[in-house]
């Protein structure tokens, strides 16, 4: 089984850069899809962004769009979202989700814990 373990999250200022890991460990994710979400105080979990198994394929929701990134490190079973020019409205929990190239957060049955990101105007 897979567990996942998101870092890198904290408080920036608006526009400002963050980049966050997800470190899988207890086998490997290099034939897996991965994927970003995130959710915030009293709302749904929604997603950021997606990536194929080889880095080959990426889709990123529409209001992280050229301002997010996502990549992988089959070597070092770590997958990362650099985070660019942030929003306050970017505020949330980031967990890491495995095993799927998928825009639905259903979709994913193993799971990362989070990591804050709290940006401030």
């Known amino acids: 089984q897979v567990q996942l373990v998101e870092s890198g999250g904290g408080l920036v200022q608006a526009g400002g850069s963050l980049r966050l890991a997800c470190a899988a460990s207890?086998?490997?994710?290099?034939?897996?899809?991965m994927g970003w979400f995130r959710q915030a105080p009293g709302k749904e979990r929604e997603f950021v962004a997606v990536i194929s198994w080889d880095g080959g394929r990426t889709y990123y929701a529409d209001s992280v769009k050229g301002r997010f990134t996502i990549s992988r490190d089959n070597r070092k079973n770590t997958v990362y979202l650099q985070m660019n020019s942030l929003k306050p409205e970017d505020t949330a929990v980031y967990y890491c989700?495995?095993?799927?190239?998928?825009?639905?957060?259903?979709?994913?049955?193993?799971w990362g814990q989070g990591t804050q990101v709290t940006v401030s105007s």
């Open positions: 989700a495995a095993q799927r190239f998928d825009l639905r957060p259903s979709e994913y049955d193993i």
């Open positions: 207890g086998r490997t994710i290099s034939s897996s899809g």
